[in-house]
Structure formats: C-alpha cells, structure tokens
C-alpha cells in the first residue's frame, strides 16, 4: 500500500474519526483507525463498539491496500510533521512507514481482517434535516443529559419523529429540555433513544451549513448520521420504558416573568462566585411588580441584585440551583425569555409561544 496526503487532507480525517476511538478497551483493535483504500477511494474508520465513524479523506492511491494503525500515536505523529505531503507505505503486515520532508517514522500496525467493521443499516426510515438545525439541538438540550447516571434512560435523548415533526428530549432527575423542530416533509413515527456521548461527538464533526443537510436513518438497535463524506453510527438505548415528559409539563402558572436573558445569566454568574465547589447553596428569586430580585447566601458572604422584568400574576419567591438556570440560559438565542412559576415548590416552565423550545427545572424546596 501507498497512500500520499497533504497534511492537512490527514489530519482532517484523522480528527473526525478520532472520536470514536476507544480510550478505555482490553481490545487493542478498538484503539486504532482504519485505513482501507482497496475500492479506489480513501477512508478512515474508527469503531469503539458503541459509536462507530467513517469518513472519505482526499488522497492519491498510488497503490491498493489496507491497514489498522494506533490511533492515537498516527494522530501525534502526522500532526508533528512539516507541513507537507504526507507518505504512508506498507511493504510487509507487521509497520507502516510515514515519511514527509526528512522525517520518517516506522510504526507496527495490526491487520485490517482484526478490525470491527461498521454495522450494515439498512438505509429506509429516515429523516432529512439541517446540519445547523441538528447542532442547535444538540446544543440546546445535551447539558440536561447525566452521562453518569446509572439509568440509562437518562444518559440518551429521545428523537420522537411524528409526522413531519421532531421532538428531542433530555432530561435528569431535575430538569427537562426539550425541543420542537418542524421537518421539510411527512416521515412517518419513529422513537429513538440516541446515547448523550454519540450526540456530542456528532456535534462536534457537523459544519452547522444551514444549506447542509443530514440524514438520519432509523433501526430498531442503531441509528446512522450520513452527511458530507461521513457516516455515524451509533447503538441506540432500549427506551421502552421512556418518561412521558407530556404529564410532567403544565400550562398552568400563577406568574409569568418577562426578563432580559444576558442580565440574568450574567447577575447569576456573579452569584455563583460565593459558592465553593461542592456546596449546594440555592439562589432566590424574589418577583414584586418590576423586579426580580436575585439573592444568595453562603458561608463566603451573600449578594442580592435587582433586575427589571415585565411580570403577570402574583408576587412569589422560589429558590433554585443556579446551574441549572444558567445552563438553559446560555443556551438561549432570544433575547428575552419567559418563565413560568406556580408556586415556590413547582418547577418553572422557560418556553417561547411557539414551544419551539421548553425547559423544565425544579426548585430547591427549603
């Protein structure tokens, strides 16, 4: 085998596949990259058996041939290179040979027969959708997902397709988020629980092209991304089980708060700098005609500030734990949002009049 590169070509390659790279495995295979040019184009594949990614790399195929290389000493190397074509040549199975410029590196491979190849999906039920609209909600609801959370329902988020509508949902044991993204088209129902981990290496490749679209193909136990020239898939969570987050949402609310997003974020963060790590200490909000009062008190000091607002309803206090409200608030495009309160020991209810987005937090009961 003889493949040559720009660097740049590589390393590109490389760090879309890196991240389904084993890091913790008994299995050697697991933590190396696939390089098959045996059907006249490059790739590069990297399967940890729960998340598994191929992408096409540009390359002239000077001669035919595959290999498994460790993963993470071929992305340290070809990254330390001048900046020039790349060179790798296997003249016998046991090590490539890497050259560029000066620099040459002998490396022992594996065979490529060794190497767990992706599932087979049969590519029928599916959705189309933007690759920025599939980063937003990615972005917009992975923070609610508990990744160390010893059930699994709550380590994945739901992809509920109705019709030509999408509903993602994630939740913990304190939060919901969740959002609802009209589809180009009618695809039918479908019901997914897609794990957390997947989702954000998926994030993190996706280019976020408005024009660029994603496919998401449907099976009972994998689900497969395809878009540019990669593909991902990812084994799904048995979600037979999930939470009907439809009875845990209320249109119902004594006081409605109108608030400038940034200086609620930002007056919370300021708050936050009183909390040592590991303390618990909740954040109290005070609603009285056109101020929210913000407070906190803590064994370092305590802060309160006030923050006008458009308010329906009642006066109310309700106490929470900042994170939480600044992870949904970050997260946040508008510039003012909406929260809705029933009484100091309900959850608020952060939503848009469309319910193109709706969050769920409890409070901190005192």
Do not use: W
């Not at 998340?51 to 000493?73: M, S, Y």
């Not at 994630?170 to 988020?177: G, H, N, S, T, V």
């Amino acid at each position: 085998m003889k493949l040559i590169f720009k660097k740049s070509d590589l390393i590109s390659g490389i760090n879309i596949v890196m991240k389904a790279v084993s890091s913790k495995t008994t299995m050697s295979i697991l933590e190396c990259i696939l390089i098959d040019a045996t059907e006249g184009v490059i790739k590069m594949t990297a399967n940890d058996m729960d998340l598994g990614i191929e992408t096409k790399v540009q390359g002239e195929i000077a001669e035919a041939g595959r290999i498994a290389i460790d993963a993470k000493i071929f992305s340290e190397i070809t990254r330390k290179l001048p900046d020039n074509d790349v060179v790798i040549e296997v003249h016998d199975e046991t090590k490539a040979i890497i050259t560029c410029e000066n620099s040459k590196f002998n490396i022992l491979i594996k065979s490529a027969e060794d190497f767990s190849y992706l599932p087979m999906i049969e590519k029928k039920d599916r959705i189309t959708i933007s690759q920025f609209s599939l980063k937003e909600i990615i972005r917009q609801t992975s923070f609610a997902i508990n990744d160390a959370e010893k059930n699994k329902l709550l380590t994945g988020e739901l992809f509920e397709v109705t019709g030509n509508k999408l509903k993602v949902v994630a939740l913990d044991k304190f939060r919901i988020a969740i959002r609802n993204v009209e589809l180009k088209e009618d695809y039918g129902n479908y019901k997914v629980l897609v794990p957390g981990k997947s989702l954000n290496e998926i994030s993190k490749i996706l280019n976020g092209g408005m024009e660029d679209d994603v496919n998401i193909y449907f099976t009972n136990n994998h689900i497969l991304f395809e878009f540019d020239d990669t593909i991902v898939v990812s084994r799904l969570i048995e979600a037979t089980n999930y939470f009907d987050t439809d009875k845990m949402i209320s249109n119902d609310y004594k006081t409605k708060i109108t608030i400038n997003k940034n200086e609620m974020a930002a007056c919370i963060d300021r708050a936050t700098l009183l909390i040592k790590e590991g303390d618990k200490k909740p954040i109290f909000l005070t609603m009285k005609d056109t101020q929210l009062e913000l407070s906190i008190n803590t064994f370092i000091g305590s802060m309160d500030e006030n923050i006008p607002i458009s308010k329906e309803g009642e006066d109310m206090m309700i106490s929470f734990n900042p994170r939480f409200l600044i992870d949904i608030l970050r997260v946040l495009d508008q510039e003012e949002v909406n929260i809705y309160f029933t009484n100091s020991k309900a959850p608020c209810f952060i939503r848009d009049e469309e319910n193109s987005y709706i969050y769920v937090v409890l409070p901190v009961v005192q």
